[in-house]
Nanobody, 125 residues
Framework: QVQLVESGGGLVQAGGSLRLSCVASGRTFNSYILGWFRQAPGKEREFVGGIRWSTGETYYADSAKGRFTISRDNAKITTYLQMNRLKPEDTAVYHC??????????????????WGQGTQVTVSS
């Protein structure tokens, strides 16, 4: 199995920045995908973005594109979510997720096999 640990969440004022990290351990596959999701209280979990590990290909939700950037560090088996120009509506628990298969970067939660416990991001106005 794969274990995922997120970190980097916190409280930031609107317009500020945060960088989240996700460290993966355990058995992995060459073609795996690491995705970022978020869930605010009373709302459905939504896709933020993802990265294909073998190629570095990234894909972002419209809400994240232009403000958020996903990167990777192969030596540390770590993915980062750089969040800039944060808005109050970005407030949520952010989760890292692992998918072992897929020709495309999935946007649905059920396409991912393992999940981290999440890190809280709060953006104040």
């Amino acid at each position: 199995q794969v274990q995922l640990v997120e970190s980097g969440g916190g409280l930031v004022q609107a317009g500020g920045s945060l960088r989240l990290s996700c460290v993966a351990s355990g058995r992995t596959f060459n073609s795996y995908i690491l995705g970022w999701f978020r869930q605010a209280p009373g709302k459905e979990r939504e896709f933020v973005g993802g990265i294909r590990w073998s190629t570095g290909e990234t894909y972002y939700a419209d809400s994240a594109k232009g403000r958020f950037t996903i990167s990777r560090d192969n030596a540390k088996i770590t993915t980062y979510l750089q969040m800039n120009r944060l808005k109050p509506e970005d407030t949520a628990v952010y989760h890292c997720a692992f998918a072992s298969n897929g020709m495309r970067i999935g946007v649905r939660s059920r396409e991912y096999d393992y999940w981290g416990q999440g890190t809280q991001v709060t953006v104040s106005s």
